[in-house]
């Protein structure tokens, strides 16, 4: 048995909810380890005084230069000594999770034993870091902690001034919406920068994520200063038999409100069969599809943004294009300095097919990399590098040339400055006829 429970009257609030609560597993956990007995304790003295008592420091494992976070309690006695001795350290161990987070049971059972033997026994599972977190341990027990994860296969994730663990979606594997192999690329990538995940030397973190589709399940154009979202360039696939199917079960009224109304750019329409535009006639930017005898839905392609909504709604009956690869966003980012900040679009469309296009995924992600390295102010994101220094000075200097489909904001007054317009026009057209 361990030592008597602290009284927890703050925390003992949280259990009362009708959901399940981390306190409830703490004091699991804590029958059986003094260490959770004094992390309970030190955590209502939080609460109690609403502040935090957890300072940083040194601690690492051989060979590496991050992937821990240390954690030193700051609640003393008059003597300089920690109040809950046996608590005095509570560092975390980010461990990088597989691509796609696949994971077994045995695995999972696996990683529970480990760190019951060497730490807490608090797993905490992808937060928006991607990692793993093995979360209280003491420095002593860290390497060897780490020494049993690493045996079975698994590797440190990034901490600090470093490139951060990337995610991806369950994307191909699972999904019937995915757009490009988000394994692979994230594998390619994660080969790639080990180095600058392992040893932190960038001005400040750097986050990769994979979505296999603009649904974006790994939110990584909010998150990440590179995302790489699945796209199409084709029209969107029809199936009238599962149309057909839909509209029968859903009714026109479903229809309107969910599917016409809520596109935005308004480029769906019920219209008469024999008005309807297709490949038939000709017109190739529409899709149409029958969903009774007499009416259909048609899609304007030109006007499609790819938000997803339609397909989410009318799943099998309207599906992805088959021209598939990728959206590149650079410098979406939480609250720092400048505030949230969104991606924005850098390439819109790279195919993403054979091992050549991952190779140039990877190339794309080395010139950004080494142009942040070079460029950013210290604790500075790769966004709030483009809005200082200005889009075209970054996309100069990763060599990316300017393209109308670069959308950041739209345009805010109806004036153009037509200085080198025909120039201009020559030179894109020139391009989409080398292409």
Same mark, same amino acid.
């Given at each position: 048995?361990?030592?008597?429970?602290?009284?927890?009257?703050?925390?003992?609030?949280?259990?009362?909810?009708?959901?399940?609560?981390?306190?409830?597993?703490?004091?699991?956990?804590?029958?059986?380890?003094?260490?959770?007995?004094?992390?309970l304790?030190? @955590?209502?003295?939080?609460?109690?005084?609403?502040?935090?008592?957890?300072?940083?420091?040194?601690?690492?494992?051989?060979?590496? #230069?991050?992937?821990?976070?240390?954690?030193?309690?700051?609640?003393?006695?008059?003597?300089?000594?920690?109040?809950?001795?046996?608590? &005095?350290?509570?560092?975390?161990?980010?461990?990088?999770?597989?691509?796609?987070?696949?994971?077994?049971?045995?695995?999972?059972?696996?990683f529970?034993?480990?760190?019951?033997?060497?730490?807490?026994?608090?797993?905490?599972?992808?937060? $928006?870091?991607?990692?793993?977190? /093995? $979360?209280?341990?003491?420095?002593?027990?860290?390497q060897?902690?780490?020494?049993?994860?690493?045996?079975?296969?698994?590797?440190?994730? #990034?901490?600090?001034?470093?490139?951060?663990?990337?995610?991806?979606?369950v #994307?191909?594997?699972?999904?019937?919406?995915?757009?490009?192999?988000?394994?692979?690329?994230?594998?390619?990538?994660?080969?790639?920068?080990?180095?600058? =995940?392992?040893?932190?030397?960038?001005?400040?973190?750097?986050?990769?994520?994979?979505?296999?589709?603009?649904?974006?399940?790994?939110?990584?154009?909010?998150?990440?200063?590179?995302?790489?979202?699945?796209?199409?360039?084709?029209?969107?696939?029809?199936?009238? &038999?599962?149309?057909?199917?839909?509209?029968?079960?859903?009714?026109?009224?479903?229809?309107?409100?969910?599917?016409?109304?809520?596109?935005?750019?308004?480029?769906?329409? =019920?219209?008469?069969i024999?008005?309807?535009?297709?490949?038939a *006639?000709?017109?190739?930017?529409?899709?149409?599809?029958?969903?009774?005898?007499?009416?259909?839905?048609? +899609?304007?392609?030109?006007?499609?943004?790819?938000?997803?909504?339609?397909?989410?709604?009318?799943?099998?009956a309207?599906?992805?294009?088959?021209?598939?690869? &990728?959206?590149?966003?650079?410098?979406?980012?939480?609250? @720092?300095? =400048?505030?949230?900040?969104? #991606?924005?679009?850098? +390439?819109? /469309?790279?195919? @993403? $097919?054979?091992d050549?296009?991952?190779?140039? @995924?990877?190339?794309?992600?080395?010139?950004?990399?080494?142009?942040?390295?070079?460029?950013?102010?210290?604790?500075?994101? *790769?966004?709030?590098?483009?809005?200082?220094?200005?889009?075209?000075?970054?996309?100069?200097?990763i060599?990316?040339?300017?393209?109308?489909?670069?959308?950041?904001?739209?345009?805010?007054?109806?004036?153009?400055?037509?200085?080198?317009?025909?120039?201009?026009?020559?030179?894109?057209?020139a391009?989409?006829?080398?292409?």
């Amino acid at each position: 048995m361990a030592k008597p429970m602290h009284p927890t009257p703050n925390l003992d609030q949280l259990e009362s909810g009708p959901w399940p609560s981390f306190v409830t597993g703490l004091k699991r956990l804590a029958k059986d380890k003094d260490y959770v007995v004094d992390i309970l304790g030190h @955590l209502e003295h939080s609460y109690q005084t609403r502040k935090g008592y957890w300072k940083g420091g040194t601690v690492g494992v051989r060979g590496y #230069g991050g992937g821990i976070i240390p954690r030193f309690t700051e609640i003393k006695d008059e003597n300089g000594q920690p109040v809950f001795k046996d608590a &005095a350290e509570f560092h975390t161990i980010r461990v990088m999770p597989p691509p796609g987070m696949h994971y077994n049971t045995a695995t999972l059972r696996q990683f529970c034993d480990i760190w019951e033997k060497h730490g807490s026994g608090l797993i905490a599972l992808h937060g $928006q870091s991607g990692d793993i977190m /093995f $979360q209280g341990a003491t420095t002593e027990n860290v390497q060897k902690a780490f020494d049993e994860i690493n045996d079975m296969g698994f590797d440190l994730g #990034g901490a600090g001034p470093a490139v951060r663990t990337s995610m991806s979606c369950v #994307g191909a594997a699972r999904c019937e919406q995915s757009c490009y192999d988000e394994a692979k690329a994230h594998r390619e990538v994660l080969n790639t920068f080990l180095d600058d =995940i392992h040893r932190p030397a960038l001005p400040y973190k750097f986050k990769f994520k994979f979505s296999g589709c603009p649904n974006d399940c790994m939110n990584s154009i909010q998150r990440s200063d590179m995302a790489v979202i699945g796209t199409w360039r084709d029209n969107i696939r029809t199936d009238e &038999a599962l149309a057909k199917k839909w509209f029968a079960k859903h009714g026109m009224n479903e229809l309107v409100n969910d599917v016409v109304a809520r596109c935005p750019t308004k480029a769906i329409q =019920i219209k008469e069969i024999k008005d309807v535009r297709g490949s038939a *006639t000709g017109d190739s930017h529409f899709s149409s599809v029958a969903i009774n005898d007499a009416q259909a839905l048609e +899609i304007d392609n030109k006007d499609c943004v790819r938000c997803m909504h339609c397909i989410n709604v009318m799943t099998g009956a309207l599906a992805t294009g088959v021209d598939k690869g &990728a959206t590149i966003l650079v410098g979406g980012k939480r609250t @720092l300095k =400048i505030g949230d900040l969104m #991606g924005t679009v850098v +390439i819109p /469309f790279m195919p @993403l $097919q054979k091992d050549e296009d991952y190779e140039k @995924l990877t190339e794309l992600g080395q010139k950004i990399i080494d142009f942040f390295a070079e460029n950013a102010l210290e604790h500075e994101r *790769t966004g709030e590098m483009i809005e200082r220094i200005g889009l075209v000075n970054f996309l100069e200097g990763i060599e990316v040339e300017i393209d109308a489909n670069m959308v950041s904001t739209p345009r805010m007054n109806p004036y153009v400055n037509t200085v080198g317009w025909d120039e201009e026009v020559a030179r894109i057209n020139a391009k989409k006829a080398a292409a």
